[in-house]
């Protein structure tokens, strides 16, 4: 499987980097009582999307302990049986970085437009 964490620059592939990095998280949180709380769950087929969040012992919400998540699993080659294959995590940011960056992103696209030749088209290779 290939686990995203976005807070983290590179997925995670693999059981054994899976396991790393859980153990991890279970030593950093470990025994805290921290519940996973599903808000809203949406499936079809081998695919379900989960908004979340992060929960004390006693219930009350974690600050900034919201996300959500997608989960794909396809059919074992040899058992047929299904396996996760990928997941996406998307937790709330700790830093709301939106006012400084849509000026940013609202300039990149006024340029794009402005110069379109520098937007790179799919399909189109140098020897073309």
């Not at 009350?60 to 040899?78: H, I």
């Amino acid at each position: 499987a290939t686990y995203h964490d976005t807070l983290y620059p590179e997925p995670f592939v693999g059981a054994a980097a899976l396991r790393t990095h859980f153990a991890h998280m279970e030593h950093t949180f470990g025994g805290r009582g921290l519940r996973f709380v599903v808000d809203d769950l949406a499936a079809a087929d081998c695919v379900a999307g989960v908004r979340w969040h992060v929960a004390l012992r006693n219930g009350t919400p974690l600050p900034l302990g919201r996300g959500a998540s997608t989960y794909r699993a396809a059919p074992d080659s040899e058992t047929g049986r299904l396996l996760l294959v990928e997941a996406w995590d998307f937790p709330e940011p700790s830093f709301k970085v939106a006012p400084l960056v849509l000026p940013v992103l609202g300039l990149v696209v006024r340029l794009l437009e402005a110069f379109p030749q520098l937007v790179p088209r799919p399909g189109n290779q140098e020897s073309e």
